[in-house]
T-cell receptor, first 116, second 112 residues
Framework: DTEVTQTPKHLVMGMTNKKSLKCEQH?????MYWYKQKAKKPPELMFV???????INESVPSRFSPECPNSSLLNLHLHALQPEDSALYLC???????????????FGPGTRLTVT | KQEVTQIPAALSVPEGENLVLNCSFT??????LQWFRQDPGKGLTSLLL?????REQTSGRLNASLDKSSGRSTLYIAASQPGDSATYLC???????????FGQGTELSVKP
C-alpha cells in the first residue's frame, strides 16, 4: 500500500479563520513533507519532518505552522492567511531521508485551499 | 544554483506514437531523479525513480534514462494512449535532506 491520504479535499477559509490540513500514511515512512503548488507551476517544498522532528523549513511565513504528532500523521495549521496563499497543498512521505539510499516520495491527492 | 528544466513545455501527439520527454539539471551531484505524472487538480503519481548510480529504469511502457555527466534525463513513453495525457514532472534530489527540486513540467496531450 503506497497511499498517502489528505483531508479535507477542499477548504474555503476567510483571512481571520484558523483551520488545519491533515495528512496520514501507514507505510512506515519516517519522513513527511508539505508542498505548495500554484496553478500551472511545479510543487514548492515548505517543510520536511524527519523522525517527527522538523528538519527543513523553507522560510515559510509563520501563518503556516506544521505539526507532526507521530510518525504517521502530519498537520498544517493555518491562521490569518492571505488570498495569495490559495493553492493546492500536497503532502508526501518517504522512507528514511537521511540514509545513504534515497527513496521515492509518495504524494497524497492534495487539499485545494481557497482564501477569501 | 541548482535548477531543473523540462522541454518542451507542452506536447501533442497522435495515439500510438512513441515519445520522449526531456529533463535537464545544472548540478550533476544528484542523489536521485524521480519522474511523476499529475492529472489536472490531482496529486502526483510516482512513475520511476532512478538512483544516481543507475543509468535507466523501466516500468511497463515507460523507460527513464539518466546521464549525470551531461545533466540529462529522458522519459520514453512507448505506444502512447489517450490515458497518458497529463503533466509529467521530473524532480531531482541533491542531498540527504529529501528536498526535491522540480522542473516546470511537460503537459502531454495524446489525441485519439
Amino acid at each position: 500500500d503506497t497511499e498517502v491520504t489528505q483531508t479535507p479535499k477542499h477548504l474555503v477559509m476567510g483571512m481571520t479563520n484558523k483551520k488545519s490540513l491533515k495528512c496520514e500514511q501507514h507505510m512506515g515512512h519516517r519522513a513527511m513533507y508539505w508542498y505548495k503548488q500554484k496553478a500551472k507551476k511545479p510543487p514548492e517544498l515548505m517543510f520536511v519532518y524527519s523522525y517527527e522532528k522538523l528538519s527543513i523549513n523553507e522560510s515559510v511565513p509563520s501563518r503556516f505552522s506544521p505539526e507532526c504528532p507521530n510518525s504517521s500523521l502530519l498537520n498544517l495549521h493555518l491562521h490569518a492567511l492571505q488570498p495569495e496563499d490559495s493553492a493546492l497543498y500536497l503532502c508526501a512521505s518517504s522512507q528514511d531521508p537521511t540514509g545513504a539510499i534515497s527513496y521515492e516520495q509518495y504524494f497524497g491527492p492534495g487539499t485545494r485551499l481557497t482564501v477569501t | 544554483k541548482q535548477e531543473v528544466t523540462q522541454i518542451p513545455a507542452a506536447l501533442s501527439v497522435p495515439e500510438g506514437e512513441n515519445l520522449v520527454l526531456n529533463c535537464s539539471f545544472t548540478d550533476s551531484a544528484i542523489y536521485n531523479l524521480q519522474w511523476f505524472r499529475q492529472d489536472p487538480g490531482k496529486g502526483l503519481t510516482s512513475l520511476l525513480l532512478i538512483q544516481s548510480s543507475q543509468r535507466e529504469q523501466t516500468s511497463g511502457r515507460l523507460n527513464a534514462s539518466l546521464d549525470k555527466s551531461s545533466g540529462r534525463s529522458t522519459l520514453y513513453i512507448a505506444a502512447s494512449q489517450p490515458g497518458d495525457s497529463a503533466t509529467y514532472l521530473c524532480a531531482v534530489r541533491y542531498n540527504q535532506g529529501g528536498k526535491l527540486i522540480f522542473g516546470q513540467g511537460t503537459e502531454l496531450s495524446v489525441k485519439p
